[in-house]
Structures are given as structure tokens and as C-alpha cells.
């Protein structure tokens, strides 16, 4: 027999808390569902290549020492991001002796943001996982987290089915491999997807504060900073609501990007260290677009001659170039928000404008989530059988190019 204290009540759900519940399962519980679905068909399909060649540690021997294929998934920047979870930054400009090209000085670990390291090394002491498995964690759920806010914003243009076609093309987008890898990218599409919607529905502090945090996870967080301010200012101007919350996100939303590099000049003692070591060390500047168009002249009539080239890589990455501007105008066609278009151009402006290995260019492209609104705007008119097979075969074939390709054949 139980006593019953007069004025206390059992806690139990009741029908509002429950009915809540129901709903979200039903308006997000479809967007997982496709997503976890594409993205895992794209992920055994590279699996099966990369464990059906078995070269991988032959063909990378300090990236790959470990006992298994995973290992793929943590190279290349996933390693530096393993090395800052462990062991911290050193942020320095050494130069290599007797270096006459283009790499004059030593990498090191401040050529990478902290706020995707700091959540790693976070994961693995409350889980108790290594730094890898923590690393997988965090860009696993932030890929989720992604796909929702792309669903949210596609969802204003053409309802919940664009919405969901919206969150499959992310899942099979040409870089969509290091969405489930150690690499950055997917926390940071999740920041800034959901700063734009936060943008969208004047939520402005909350726009700030994303934004801060993504200007802490990716240089190309400044053209997120732009669109953030510029529709800030255009708000203002319409007198669309009060002047105050819009003027505190506009100052808040840089602090993360500047407060990164000026930290990084100063242990430095060069303001500009962090511009000096990725063009010294990794050859990564930006040059109005010289190299990008090097490429698109030379590929097409098969010479590999320019700088960082990986000739089948390469080829996709042409067409990811070309597809994303010819996506640019019917985007504009929907007239969407300006902080949708000038952060949309803007980060293809960053990313089409810079010397870099151009294979990545298909990865460095994931952030523009807006192009893939004209395509789920007309992709939504499709049966659901036709849409399921195009949206299968392109998630079999992304799991062959951004994983296999990318991570075997060339350098993601």
C-alpha cells in the first residue's frame, strides 16, 4: 500500500506530451529514414570496392597502419583532426630547408579549426571511445542534423516531398563520402544550414550564435557571415521588426572565424599565419579561379598536366563544377531569400576561386545546399517508385566516386 503526499503529483505523459511525440516521428521520422537509407547503400558500396581491391595500407602506409579498410575513413584530414583531439595545436611557420616550389613550409595542425576536434575529443570522454570512434560520432549525427535543416529549408519552396528529395541529394551529392567520416564537413552543412533557417525565420540570435559556432569549424564560414549580415542590414531597412536582435547576431556572427585566425596569427607572430601556412605548406591560396579554369580547359581534351592532378577524380570534378553553375540560374529562377543566394554564391565564389586539389572540389561544394532546390522542386513530381530508383542508383554511385575514388584514387 502507498501513501499519497497531499499536493504531489506522479509524473506521467499525458496526451499533449504524447500527441508531440507522435508528430515528430512522423514529419522527421521519413527524412531519417531516407537519408540513413541513401546514405548507407552508398557506404557498403564502397566498402565492397575498397575491401575488394585490398591495397588500401599497400597504397597508404602512414594513413592506413591499422588492421582493417575502416582506417580510410580517418586519413588525410581525418588524421590531423585525430592529432588535435590528442595532442592540441602548435601552431607555427617553419620552412622546409632548400624548398624552391610551392611547398616552402611544414604543415601543422593550425591549418585546421577546432570546433569539430573540441566536439571529438568532448564525444570520446563522455563515451569513452577513441578519438576515432568519436570522430565518426559526431559528423554520423551531424549528417542527421544536417539532412533535417535541408528538408526545413526545401520544405518553404516546395513542400514536405521537395523536402525529402532535397535530403536524399545531400545524402548522394559527388562529396557526400565524408559525411560519415573523420572530417569536418557534415558539422559544418548542420551549422550552417540551420543558421540560414534561423535567418529564414527571424530567429536572428539563434542565426548568430550557428554562425559564430561555424565560423569556429571552416574558413569558408565568411560567406556565411556575409549572407547573415547583408540580410540583417535588408531587414533593418524594410523595419521589419526591431533593430536590436538583428544588429547583435551581425556582431556576433564573426567573433568564431576572426577570433580563430587572430589567435593562430599571434602564436604565430605573423597576423596573416594562418593565410602564410595553407598557401606555404599545402599550396591552397586563393587565385581568382586560375586553377579551376586550368582544369575545365585541360580536362576535357585529357591533359593532366596542371597542378594536383588525379585524372579520374578530376573528371567528375569537372562535372560537379559545370553542374553547380548551371544550378546557380534556376536556383535564382525561384527567387529565393537573399541570404539563400548570397551565401550560395558566395561559397562556390571561396571554393571555384581557389588553388587546390580540384578532386576535392565535389567535397568543398557540399555546403551549397541551395543548389538542390530547383532540382527537389522538380524532382518532387516524380512517382515515388521512379524517384526511389534514381535517388538508389545515386547513392550506389556516390558511394563509388566520393568513397572509393576520392579516398583510394585521389585525396579527399
Not at 572530417?183 to 551549422?191: R, T
Amino acid at each position: 500500500m502507498t501513501a499519497t503526499v497531499p499536493g504531489l503529483r506522479t509524473a506521467a505523459p499525458g496526451p499533449a506530451s504524447v500527441s508531440r511525440s507522435g508528430a515528430a516521428v512522423r514529419r522527421y521520422g521519413p527524412v531519417l529514414a531516407v537519408f540513413g537509407t541513401l546514405k548507407l547503400a552508398g557506404f557498403c558500396s564502397f566498402m565492397y570496392l575498397l575491401s575488394s581491391t585490398g591495397d588500401f595500407h599497400r597504397r597508404h602506409p602512414r594513413f592506413g597502419g591499422g588492421a582493417h579498410a575502416w582506417d580510410v575513413l580517418a586519413t588525410w584530414d581525418g588524421w590531423w583532426y585525430q592529432q588535435i583531439a590528442l595532442h592540441g595545436y602548435d601552431p607555427r611557420l617553419v620552412p622546409v630547408p632548400g624548398a624552391t616550389g610551392l611547398i616552402t613550409l611544414e604543415g601543422n595542425s593550425a591549418a585546421f579549426f577546432p570546433l569539430y576536434p573540441a566536439l571529438m575529443r568532448l564525444t570520446s570522454a563522455v563515451t569513452g571511445l577513441g578519438v576515432y570512434g568519436a570522430g565518426l560520432l559526431v559528423s554520423v549525427v551531424a549528417s542527421f542534423a544536417a539532412a533535417l535543416g535541408i528538408h526545413a529549408v526545401a520544405e518553404r519552396f516546395g513542400g514536405r516531398r521537395a523536402g525529402l528529395v532535397a535530403a536524399g541529394l545531400w545524402a548522394v551529392w559527388p562529396g557526400s563520402g565524408v559525411e560519415w567520416a573523420v572530417y569536418s564537413d557534415s558539422l559544418y552543412v548542420a551549422l550552417a544550414v540551420w543558421a540560414c533557417h534561423a535567418v529564414l525565420t527571424r530567429r536572428w540570435l539563434t542565426a548568430g550564435v550557428l554562425t559564430f559556432a561555424a565560423g569556429l569549424n571552416r574558413p569558408t564560414a565568411a560567406a556565411l557571415i556575409a549572407a547573415l549580415g547583408v540580410a540583417a542590414l535588408l531587414c533593418l531597412r524594410r523595419r521589419e521588426e526591431g533593430p536590436l536582435r538583428p544588429l547583435l547576431a551581425t556582431a556576433l556572427a564573426p567573433l568564431g572565424l576572426l577570433g580563430y585566425l587572430l589567435w593562430v596569427g599571434d602564436r604565430m607572430g605573423d597576423l596573416g599565419g594562418y593565410f602564410t601556412l595553407q598557401s606555404g605548406a599545402w599550396a591552397h591560396r586563393f587565385d581568382y579561379g586560375e586553377q579551376t579554369w586550368d582544369v575545365l580547359t585541360s580536362v576535357p581534351v585529357g591533359k593532366f598536366d596542371y597542378l594536383f592532378a588525379y585524372p579520374f577524380a578530376d573528371v567528375i570534378a569537372v562535372g560537379v563544377i559545370l553542374l553547380a553553375c548551371a544550378l546557380l540560374p534556376l536556383l535564382l529562377r525561384l527567387r529565393p531569400p537573399a541570404v539563400l543566394v548570397l551565401y550560395t554564391v558566395l561559397t562556390l565564389a571561396l571554393v571555384l576561386g581557389s588553388q587546390q586539389i580540384v578532386a576535392n572540389i565535389s567535397r568543398y561544394l557540399l555546403p551549397c545546399f541551395p543548389l538542390f532546390l530547383p532540382l527537389a522542386v522538380a524532382m518532387r513530381r516524380l512517382s515515388l517508385p521512379v524517384l526511389c530508383t534514381l535517388l538508389g542508383i545515386a547513392a550506389l554511385a556516390s558511394g563509388s566516386y566520393a568513397g572509393y575514388a576520392l579516398f583510394e584514387l585521389g585525396v579527399p
